[in-house]
């Protein structure tokens, strides 16, 4: 049967949320002849719709139903209501992203043999490794277009990469370049190159970057297989008294409450979303929400070792113009205990427009100490540190008090620094200014982590049905028909910015469903 | 910037005839506040003309651009001259300007230096009023698009193609 799909079909696969994860897992189910309803919260917003102006376009954007904080993170206090910038719209946060495609590097999957049990960490290793994912991260630098793989060119380097490579070969770092980017050098596959235009955060109007919303999204459309719900906000999972899921209640475009039976339900609402829908789902089957006998769902939330620096120089940068994250240093990526901690971090080319400098660059912050840098705004050079940081149980997501405009429990989000993580930023900003001290910096200046754009692990991958959320296939461990598709399954962060791991994760995931189906195993 | 056409009409000369010299900047007659070299001028709707004068030189205060004129922390300043924010402005700087008495002075805008001022400002930083108004500048201020070029700011590129043709990779210091 083809889409649109009767809400009482049971045969459907339902995967709620359409970005990095089930965004593409709905394209690649649906290329393999599975039926499949996707119901994504937000409305569908293409290149022609982006709008290049910060503000404008967050409100455009972004997740802004609300959410509360608590932690000792610095985004609680001066972003208290809104702990994650992420994007509420067909094709999610890949309409938002910088496009950074990095693979884990083969120690990252097994986190605790490589550093040791941290104090205070709860780490775990991955329960599949680099050899296995291999073919798979193949096939998502395939379908990303990614620069610097199949033989596809670079970028150019913009002004705001030349201050940064230069001042990392002075520094004698080796592994300098314009990175592994889901953003066209040249046209391929249907998207055009790069125009150098900025507003990558904003959803890129060339359609240059790789974004689900204008590739998988409406290829899966076109099978036929797949139909798009959008504005249709996820309530609960239902379940039988067998302990299977059965279908999902959403509330639709219109605020009215619907349901839809499915065969299989995969969650992809990113990693609050989807731990808040599991713990939502409580029943008295599952008293402490679905797929937590671990007591493991909402625990762990990374949010990648981040901050920035900025530095301003005696002349003009314009770091503004071009790709928004122009190219990266990895020398420091490896694992390197002795530099004080275990992990290693990527640095990467950032810049924001003055609004958003103006709100980021010191949040709170007042006087000529802050405005003389923002005198300095067309003299600046900016990075961005991403970096692994320890999985915490403490850290989590658990249901606040406050609840959405349908009534539904929204997600506290708790978060606090591990040492390990403090001495990795602290050593990530003093390498990071002595890039731009190296070019003759005039003042360089440490800029405190944004609201989380990366958000992981909330729903943890494991062995063993006791140390995490799913099993290798992102499948629950208490429930065969329940999948977690996007970066809550991340059994820990790596130091690599995650999309092109969670697409690669995907793929993976949709022809481990699509082989079950087949086989009669769902 | 918002003028009346009752203001426009006037010459400088008139405007200035109208107005006292408030602080060092401005002039506050009986319905509008102006630049001391008439440049500008904005008609109150519902705050006093004085509380305006104050609000404005409060904003530069907080965020001092010495290539920015008054008239964009005008700007910045003025959704607050409507009937639901009289209660909120009115108040917040009648305690600055009691604020300012405890410290020596008449009130707000008789302390003549900046630094004078901001000391004023460090001994109410922690107030609902001051922290709202601080909050409210950082788009208020800085996503007017008209200050944007004073920075150096560009905006948007889509229309005019992006950088690719247009100096993306134009420095020549390096």
Known sequence: MAAPFDRNDDSVVVIIGTGAGGGVLANELAQKGVSVVALEAGGRYLPEDYINDEWESFGQLAWLDPRTTSGDWRVAKDFSGLPAWIVKAVGGTTTHWAGASIRFQPHEWKALSTYGAVEGANLLDWPIDADEMAPWYDLAEKKLGVTLTNNLPGLPGNNNYKVFEAGAKKLGYTEVHTGRMAINAVDNDDRMACQQTGFCFQGCKWGAKWSAAYTDI????????????????????????????????????????????????????????????????ASSMFPDGLANSSGQVGRNYMRHT????????????????????????????????????????????????????????????????????????????????????????????????????????????????????????????KQGAAIYDAMGATRTMPTPPYPSTHNLGTNRMSERPEDGVVDRNGRAHDVPNLFVSDGSQFTTGAAENPTLTIVALAIRQADHIAGELSRGNL | MQETLSLRTLTR??????????????????????????????EMNALKPDTMATLIQMARDIYPHDKVGDQYYAAAVKGYDVPDEVDFAEDGIE???????????????????????????????????????????????????????????????????????RGFDDISWI
């Not at chain 1, 050079?381 to 320890?390: L, P, R, S, T």
């Open chain 2, 13 to 42: 000369r008139q405007l200035l005839s109208r107005g006292v010299a408030a602080g060092a900047g401005f002039v506050v007659g009986a319905t509008f506040v102006a630049g001391r070299d008439a440049a500008w001028a904005t």
């Open chain 1, 218 to 281: 409406p290829r899966g459309e076109a099978t036929g297989n797949l139909e798009v719900r959008e504005r249709a906000h996820v309530a609960r999972i239902l379940h039988d008294d067998s302990g299977r899921v059965t279908g999902v209640e959403y509330f639709d475009a219109d605020g009215a409450l619907q349901m839809q039976r499915a065969k299989v339900v995969c969650v992809a609402g990113n990693s609050f979303e989807s731990p808040r829908l599991l713990l939502n789902s």
């Open chain 2, 95 to 165: 305690m600055l300007n009691a604020k300012a008495g405890e410290m020596g002075f008449g009130q707000y805008l008789d302390a003549g230096w900046e630094a004078e001022r901001v000391g004023i400002l460090r001994a109410i930083e922690d107030t609902p009023f001051f922290q709202r108004i601080r909050g409210g500048l950082v788009t208020g201020l800085y996503n007017q698009k008209a200050v944007w070029p004073i920075f150096g700011y560009e905006g948007e590129s889509y229309s005019q193609g992006g950088y690719i043709m």
């Open chain 1, 306 to 429: 981040t901050g920035s620096v900025y530095a301003t120089f005696e002349k003009p940068v314009r770091m503004w113009r071009g790709t928004t994250m122009a190219g990266i240093v990895q020398d420091e990526a490896r694992h390197d205990p002795s530099r004080g901690f275990v992990g290693g971090y990527e640095l990467e080319t950032l810049s924001l427009g003055l609004p958003f400098m103006a709100a980021f660059l010191d949040p709170g912050a007042w006087g000529r100490e802050f405005t003389t840098a923002l005198d300095s705004y067309e003299n600046m050079a900016g990075m961005w540190i991403v970096g692994e940081d320890m999985p915490q149980e403490s850290n989590r997501v658990t249901l606040s008090d406050t609840e959405d405009q349908f009534g539904l429990k929204v997600v506290n989000v708790n978060f606090s620094d591990h040492a390990n993580d403090i001495a990795m930023r602290n050593h990530a900003y």
